[in-house]
Each structure stands twice: as C-alpha cells, then as structure tokens.
C-alpha cells in the first residue's frame, strides 16, 4: 500500500468555524508533512512530524495547529482563518527518500 | 539566494516530442537528493524521479530521466515521447541530508502538450 490519504477532498468554511483535516498512511514512513499550497506556486512547508517530534515553520499562524495522534495518523485543526487561507492543502510522508503525498483538500475560507 | 532554479514558467511542446524541462540547484553539502514532481491540474503532486548526489549514473524511470550534471550543479528531467497526460506542473526539489528531511522546491514549470 503506498497510498496516502486525505479528508475532505474540499472544504468551505467560515472564518468563525472550527475544522479538522486528516491525513492518514499504512506504509510504516516515520516523518509526515503539511504543506500548504497557493495556485502556480511550489508548496510551503507547514508542519513536519519526524520520530515523534514536531518542527514547525515559524511563519505559520497558530491558527493552525497539528496533533499526531499515531504514527500514521497526522491532523491539522483549523480554528478562525481567514481568507488568505484559502489554498490546497498537502500531505506527505515519507522513510529516507521521495515524499509521497495525498491528493490535498482545496480548502474555502469565506 | 534561491536554491532551486526552473528557468521555464510554461514550455508547449507537440505531442510524441521529447521534452526537456531545467533545473539547476545549488548547496554546498556533499551529500543531497533531487527529485522531480508531476501535479496534474487534479492537484495531487506526484513523484516521478529520484537522483541521489553519489549515484554514478543518471537515474530512469520509464519515460522519465534525469540528467545530472553534477558540476554544473543541473539536473533537467526529459521526458520521452510526450503525451497529452503529461500537461501539468512540473517542480523540481532538493533535499540536502543536514536538513531534517526538509525539501526546497524550485518555482515550477507548466508544461502543455498540443496534438
């Protein structure tokens, strides 16, 4: 199994709302990745999960913030975003070489 | 300074033609990766090929190679025989060994192939 999975697939939320994205693997990685993404741009590195510790981009609002509940588990809570927010959202994991990512939740904020 | 450059912001290319798209990356530890992802306008980024700084010979995966000139610090995917599947966004990344398996993406080409 080298998939990586992702809910939703899209997502529409007020600003006031308080909302969860998932991220789930079964191929036994031990580093899990969120990158937020804009259109026609590369991804920003949001959060890394590696052996049970987390490294976190500086430049990320605490409105975001991941839990990990497992191993292959990795969630990202979304609590009163704004607009500029609006983006895809990736997930990744990998072992020591190539990320492999899931297909992203396109993300609303309104 | 930017550490992954793509030169190309869109390239259109005839289907069945070979395509070339750049990368030139710089960094100063020995010991690096670089990789090539495809994302589909779906938005799923998808991984096509992995050149490691030690390998001897450029690396292949189907259609797909990668042309690692290691002193020139370049490393340009080609794909063979395009098709119209390929049309999509192409992001060449490095990931160097000191970094916590942290990736550095270049800005990305957007590739178009026309029947």
């Given at each position: 199994?080298?998939?990586?999975?992702?809910?939703?697939?899209?997502?529409?939320?007020?600003?006031?709302?308080?909302?969860?994205?998932?991220?789930?693997?079964?191929?036994?990685?031990?580093?899990?990745?969120?990158?937020?993404?804009?259109?026609?741009?590369?991804?920003?590195?949001?959060?890394?999960?590696?052996?049970?510790?987390?490294?976190?981009?500086?430049?990320?609002?605490?409105?975001?913030?991941?839990?990990?509940?497992?191993?292959?588990?990795?969630?990202?809570?979304?609590?009163?975003?704004?607009?500029?927010?609006?983006?895809?959202?990736?997930?990744?994991?990998?072992?020591v070489g190539e990320?492999?990512?899931?297909?992203?939740?396109?993300?609303?904020?309104? | 300074?930017?550490?992954?450059?793509?030169?190309?912001?869109?390239?259109?290319?005839?289907?069945?033609?070979?395509?070339?798209?750049?990368?030139?990356y710089?960094t100063s530890d020995p010991s690096y990766g670089l990789f090539?992802?495809?994302?589909?306008?779906?938005?799923?980024?998808?991984?096509?090929i992995y050149q490691g700084s030690y390998d001897q010979q450029n690396a292949?995966?189907?259609?797909?190679?990668l042309?690692f000139q290691k002193a020139?610090k370049?490393a340009?995917?080609?794909?063979?025989?395009?098709?119209?599947?390929?049309?999509?966004?192409?992001?060449?990344?490095m990931r160097e060994y000191g970094?916590?398996?942290?990736?550095?993406?270049?800005?990305?080409?957007?590739?178009?192939?026309?029947?």
């Amino acid at each position: 199994d080298t998939e990586v999975t992702q809910t939703p697939k899209h997502l529409v939320m007020g600003m006031t709302n308080k909302k969860s994205l998932k991220c789930e693997q079964h191929m036994g990685h031990r580093a899990m990745y969120w990158y937020k993404q804009k259109a026609k741009k590369p991804p920003e590195l949001m959060f890394v999960y590696s052996y049970e510790k987390l490294s976190i981009n500086e430049s990320v609002p605490s409105r975001f913030s991941p839990e990990c509940p497992n191993s292959s588990l990795l969630n990202l809570h979304l609590h009163a975003l704004q607009p500029e927010d609006s983006a895809l959202y990736l997930c990744a994991s990998s072992q020591v070489g190539e990320q492999f990512f899931g297909p992203g939740t396109r993300l609303t904020v309104l | 300074a930017q550490k992954i450059t793509q030169t190309q912001p869109g390239m259109f290319v005839q289907e069945k033609e070979a395509v070339t798209l750049d990368c030139t990356y710089d960094t100063s530890d020995p010991s690096y990766g670089l990789f090539w992802y495809k994302q589909p306008s779906s938005g799923e980024m998808i991984f096509l090929i992995y050149q490691g700084s030690y390998d001897q010979q450029n690396a292949t995966e189907g259609r797909y190679s990668l042309n690692f000139q290691k002193a020139r610090k370049s490393a340009n995917l080609v794909i063979s025989a395009s098709q119209l599947g390929d049309s999509a966004m192409y992001f060449c990344a490095m990931r160097e060994y000191g970094s916590n398996y942290q990736l550095i993406w270049g800005a990305g080409t957007k590739l178009i192939i026309k029947p």
